[in-house]
């Protein structure tokens, strides 16, 4: 399944060249898993400019434009997310305020530098974004060092490809993708227990407070929700995929090879291969839209648990990707025109439903770390009347 997706992804290269190479690193610059890493991309992207096909020039401001927007979003949810989160929940991480300062003062220091390693050792890009908007480096000091490192990174891969061609992706693939899928499942680990620690201590005795916030700020909470969701659900499908391509069973692995290698040829639709990587990138726009929408109009008037009101919300975008979105891109209602039975309407059910269920988890929790902290305001005493 991942050699199908690769393939249509470098398929997407080969051909859109330039446009594609910005595609996949504005995806996986923002945080969405690809089955192939952009350094592998990259790789391609240099074999073509030792073909003739592309220039050097080119590549490099395609992926320093796509890391810029990409990077930015990551340390703006850094900064307005995941730094309130720390200030607010840190604890249950072993994190105190003295400890936050402490490494804030640190990376403050040596900024410029521990940015320009993060972007050029495997493994560490998007934590360095994000961690550069906890830690408050100013953006004004983050923007040159992604850029340099950034431009050392790419021209580094690009010229592996320039020199030693293609061959190189297929003895990289392997590893390169165990390390993300590695690297997927700590994160969501760790994503999990932080939400369920949270969740059962803080949230119950400070969730009404948090719920009486004005609609700005429940709606930059529901962005950063869904941003948030969105990588969850991104990040549980990678795995569940490659777990369910080892499962012994021969029939349901058939339907979803078949049912990827069409969508990944972009069977049915006018943009081909391109289809994968346009739509991987309409999660993210999409994420952000269906949490607003929830955040504001369905949420208040859904009952019980936060997961189960997701869960129940998770029908709508289901509803619309069957019969809207589906149908609009030439796979007919429910994906039937795809010829691969039920299993594209299975996987968006899915889809939708890890969605929801992140979201409807997420959302209260960033709205209580967006809110000032409640104090109990006391009256003051009652001043003693003069004699008299």
């Not at 840190?90 to 305020?97: Q, Y």
């Amino acid at each position: 399944m991942w050699e199908i997706l690769s393939g249509a992804l470098l398929w997407f290269i080969q051909e859109w060249g330039g446009v594609a190479i910005f595609l996949v690193f504005l995806l996986e610059e923002s945080g969405v898993p690809l089955p192939l890493p952009g350094d592998l991309a990259l790789i391609w992207a240099g074999y073509r400019v030792a073909s003739g096909q592309s220039l050097f020039v080119v590549v490099l401001l395609a992926v320093e434009l796509a890391t810029l927007i990409g990077a930015s979003a990551l340390y703006w949810l850094g900064l307005r997310g995941g730094r309130p989160l720390i200030v607010r929940y840190g604890r249950f991480l072993h994190i105190d305020e003295a400890k936050l300062l402490g490494a804030e003062h640190w990376v403050g220091r040596n900024a410029l530098m521990a940015i320009f390693l993060g972007r050029i050792v495997p493994g560490f890009r998007i934590v360095t974004s994000v961690a550069s908007g906890v830690f408050r480096v100013p953006y004004r000091t983050f923007l040159p060092a992604l850029a340099a490192g950034t431009l050392v990174n790419a021209a580094f891969w690009t010229g592996v490809g320039f020199y030693f061609g293609p061959g190189v992706i297929a003895m990289l693939h392997g590893p390169e993708l165990t390390a993300h899928l590695v690297v997927s499942v700590v994160l969501l680990a760790l994503v999990s227990v932080l939400t369920w620690r949270v969740r059962r201590s803080v949230l119950p005795g400070q969730r009404e407070a948090a719920f009486h916030a004005g609609r700005g700020r429940k709606i930059e909470a529901a962005v950063l929700a869904g941003l948030l969701a969105t990588f969850e659900m991104a990040t549980a499908l990678v795995v569940i995929l490659a777990l369910f391509t080892e499962l012994p069973i021969g029939l349901p692995e058939r339907a979803l090879l078949q049912a990827v290698a069409l969508i990944a040829a972009g069977h049915g639709t006018s943009l081909g291969p391109a289809f994968g990587p346009l739509d991987g990138l309409l999660f993210l726009l999409v994420g952000i839209l269906w949490a607003i929408t929830y955040a504001v109009w369905i949420e208040p008037r859904l009952h019980g648990p936060d997961w189960l009101k997701g869960a129940t919300f998770s029908l709508l975008p289901a509803l619309v990707s069957w019969f809207g979105a589906l149908p609009s891109l030439g796979a007919g209602p429910l994906g039937l025109w795809l010829e691969a039975g039920p299993a594209l309407a299975a996987g968006e059910l899915v889809r939708s439903f890890l969605y929801g269920v992140a979201l409807g988890l997420a959302y209260p929790m960033l709205l209580l770390a967006r809110s000032p902290p409640v104090i109990a305001r006391l009256e003051p005493p009652p001043r003693p009347r003069a004699a008299g």
